[in-house]
């Protein structure tokens, strides 16, 4: 008989603890982790195959330990006169992450996040030894400066969390409310930028708060508007010096040489890689839209997903969709619902069937 996990001599602070755990079916549309569902362009994939083919030649060597290259390409890609001392990258935004919190969190430490928020935050948080705190948002999941910044200053956490737009509501974040929870905060202050992308165009990004402000740190990733969430790349920006304490907690090597080689040749096809994001946008206001006049109650989004309330009984409707070959997403939110867009003809898929059912609350 094979041992239990809680026969095991886990370290206590992990006893009781779940893994992330997104469910993954091989359902005809995948709605439930707000990938991008299109596939990487043709033109851009055999540009990425060709830098791949070339990586190999050299992979028993060890990769470049500094990424030199990718960091360039971020910097380039981001602009606000980002140089490549002011970024970061790791396998996927969550190591990203993991990183901020091993060289600032940890044992005897906080971090903190306005509840609901992205639920990797208190779970990494946990696992490299710190205690995470919840915030509160509004009814509309909205949090405003003054609230914000008196929440921060109460908790005096060491990590601040602001999930920009968030995830699971889709909430936008503005900078005012960054501010001023820069201002409260006595510790390093993160803005997850993963959704960026989906934003309106003449919004402002967290990145041009980042002058003077040597504790501010804006992440993003691949995985979303640039279709990489295969390849696994996160990134940050933030002063150097906070670069230079990241160095201290990252294992050697931590990035292949084929993932610096794939990344580095997506970014120089940013423009091709992007084109989709409209198309994107645009079918995630539709479901918006259509889910309003089926007379649920979706919320306002700047990301690739839609949240939607009104709905009796998630697990239900959930139900009944995965059974119609359609996969979302129960966040966990009392009579919501959530659903990435994706592609037109996905997203149709969704929509006919979430018609074809009645669990309106």
Not at 61 to 81: I, K, M, Q, S, V
Not at 127 to 145: E, N
Request: charge should be negative.
């Amino acid at each position: 008989m094979s041992a239990r996990l809680e026969d095991l001599p886990l370290r206590d602070d992990l006893r009781g603890m779940t893994p992330y755990g997104a469910p993954q079916a091989p359902l005809p549309v995948a709605l439930n982790v707000n990938e991008n569902t299109h596939p990487v362009p043709q033109e851009v994939a055999d540009d990425i195959l060709d830098a791949v083919a070339l990586a190999l030649r050299d992979v028993n060597r060890y990769p470049d330990r500094e990424f030199t290259a990718l960091r360039e390409g971020f910097a380039d890609y981001l602009g606000h006169g980002l140089s490549r001392e002011q970024l970061w990258a790791a396998n996927g935004s969550n190591e990203v992450l993991q990183h901020v919190l091993q060289a600032f969190g940890g044992p005897g430490r906080t971090a903190f996040g306005f509840a609901p928020t992205y639920s990797m935050y208190p779970l990494l948080t946990r696992a490299t030894g710190a205690s995470w705190i919840a915030g509160t948002r509004g009814h509309d999941y909205t949090v405003s400066a003054d609230d914000a910044a008196e929440q921060v200053a109460a908790a005096r956490p060491d990590v601040v969390f602001l999930c920009a737009p968030n995830n699971p509501t889709g909430t936008p974040m503005s900078l005012d409310v960054i501010e001023a929870v820069y201002d409260a905060a006595p510790g390093i202050v993160v803005v997850d930028e993963a959704y960026w992308e989906f934003a309106p165009r003449d919004e402002r990004s967290a990145l041009t708060l980042l002058p003077d402000r040597e504790r501010l740190v804006v992440s993003r990733t691949m995985s979303k508007a640039f279709a990489f969430a295969g390849a696994r790349v996160g990134y940050l920006a933030a002063d150097p010096a906070v670069i230079d304490a990241l160095r201290l907690v990252r294992l050697p090597y931590h990035l292949s040489a084929l993932t610096q080689a794939a990344a580095t040749a997506a970014l120089t096809h940013a423009p091709v890689m992007l084109r989709m994001v409209d198309e994107i946008i645009a079918q995630r206001d539709r479901i918006g839209a259509t889910v309003a006049a089926l007379g649920y109650q979706p919320h306002e989004s700047w990301t690739n997903f839609v949240l939607f309330g009104g709905v009796a009984e998630p697990a239900v409707t959930w139900q009944e969709l995965y059974d119609r070959g359609v996969l979302i997403r129960d966040v966990g939110i009392p009579h919501h619902l959530r659903v990435t867009a994706g592609t037109e003809e996905e997203t149709t898929a969704f929509l006919d069937a979430l018609a074809s059912i009645d669990s309106r609350s």
